[in-house]
């Protein structure tokens, strides 16, 4: 089990910006392919962004699609999402979620696909 703690949410005006970050320890941080899930108050949990263990492979969700930017650094441990040009939508509580597999191979969208999770870090945005 890899441990994960997300930081980085807070309030923002629409149109500004947020930088998420979310940092593993307990296992080997390479090992794991990582995504973002958000939830809003009475939604169920959605797919935000994914990345694969090669760093390279990336996924998004339609709606955050040319705004978000999600990366990792093996070295530090971390998985981090570039938010720009927010929306009151995308209001909700953020959080990151590991799972092990092939090197260069895509998480799943949907969060049974996860095997770890972190506690979530609420991002508002005002319109």
């Known amino acids: 089990q890899v441990q994960l703690v997300e930081s980085g949410g807070g309030l923002v005006q629409a149109g500004g910006s947020l930088r998420l970050s979310c940092a593993a320890s307990g296992r080997t941080f390479s090992n794991y392919a990582m995504g973002w899930f958000r939830q809003a108050p009475g939604k169920e949990r959605e797919f935000v962004a994914a990345?694969?263990?090669?760093?390279?492979?990336?996924y998004y969700a339609d709606s955050v699609k040319g705004r978000f930017t999600i990366s990792r650094d093996n070295a530090k441990n971390t998985v981090n999402l570039e938010m720009n040009s927010l929306k009151p939508e995308d209001t909700a509580i953020y959080y990151c979620a590991a799972v092990v597999t092939d090197y260069s191979r895509l998480p799943s969208i949907y969060p049974r696909g996860y095997d770890d999770w972190g506690q979530g870090t609420q991002v508002t945005v005002s319109s």
């Open positions: 990345i694969a263990r090669d760093g390279v492979s990336t």
